[in-house]
């Protein structure tokens, strides 16, 4: 089919965008199950968050199967960026039909459709040697992308324009710089030590948390939210983060805290399913290669 971009493994099995768009759903699995987040909704709690559950993320996550094949399909067609744009559109009044009106993946329809999109060229071989998926994305889309932050409208966008900050926005137009130099460094590094996809999850998304200029957290607690939040990672982060033998508990106490001051670094949580997602992109990319 012409839609479908697919790449072949050492096995002859086809890789189409299905394939991306399986990727894509795993990682915001990975996100939501990860545990603990301070502050975020897993299954185990709702954080600071009451307004939804896991349960809602999941329907949330059921209904964005569609999008992610779609936008590979067409970005494997080279359309312009409108299109793909319109293609979050709908994806978003999937979402909110399926949560009854709940933002719960906006900012994962972004970040993850647009690196489904360059998956979709690199494996096409439209984007030819541009390093990394993030480069694809700034390369091909940023000046589109830094036009569309002026248009949004959303407590990310108002905390970005309030405080100056950078938001999602500019993140993906610069090629997920927090991505490729924290988050897939942490996530894979940890996983390589301790052979586990939640410990390995739950370390990135403190050295992301450390770092990331998070609107959400801007939205909800101000500079000083911003500020707590990003001390309170640094210093988990300090002692060893998930390597030390309790660090369960002290994580667990970190998302206590979040919860009692009504904080959700929820720009961080985005990253943190972006860069599962990059990984997952990276194996697949591994198993090409060893074909050629």
């Known amino acids: 089919m012409k839609d479908k971009p697919s790449t072949t493994d050492c096995k002859g099995t086809q890789h189409p965008a299905s394939h991306i768009a399986r990727i894509c759903i795993e990682s915001l699995y990975t996100e939501l199950v990860a545990y603990p987040k301070p502050g975020l909704v897993s ?18 996550i059921f209904a964005l199967r569609r999008y992610f094949r779609d936008i590979a399909a067409a970005a494997s067609r080279h359309i312009e960026f409108k299109a793909l744009q319109k293609l979050g559109i709908l994806a978003e009044s999937r979402m909110l039909r399926a949560t009854a009106g709940i933002n719960t993946h906006r900012g994962a329809i972004f ?5 489904a999109a360059a998956a979709a060229y690199r494996s096409a071989g439209i984007a030819g040697d541009r390093g990394t998926l993030g480069d694809i994305v700034h390369a091909e889309w940023g000046p589109q992308i830094m036009l569309a932050c002026g248009k949004e409208n959303s407590h990310g966008s108002n905390a970005r324009k309030l405080y100056g900050a950078g938001g999602a926005r500019c993140e993906a137009a610069q090629g997920f710089p927090h991505v490729f130099t924290v988050g897939l ?19 990135c998304f403190f050295n992301l948390m450390a770092v990331v200029e998070d609107t959400n957290l801007l939205h909800r607690g101000g500079p000083g939210g911003l500020d707590f939040a990003r001390t309170q990672a640094k210093a988990f982060l300090e002692k ?27 720009g961080s949580a985005d990253l943190l399913a972006t860069t599962i997602c990059a990984a997952g992109f990276d194996r697949l990319d591994g198993v090409r290669s060893c074909c050629r």
């Open 43 to 60: 299954l185990i709690d709702c954080g600071s968050h009451s307004d939804m559950t896991a349960q809602t993320l999941f329907r949330s």
């Open 185 to 203: 460094p942490s996530f894979l590094q940890t996983l390589h030590r301790t052979a586990d996809v939640n410990r390995a999850a739950v370390q």
């Open 240 to 266: 060893g983060g998930v390597l030390q033998t309790d660090w369960k508990t002290q994580a667990i106490a970190i998302h206590d805290e979040f919860v009692v001051c009504n904080l959700s670094p929820g």
């Open 111 to 115: 970040n993850l459709g647009l690196l």
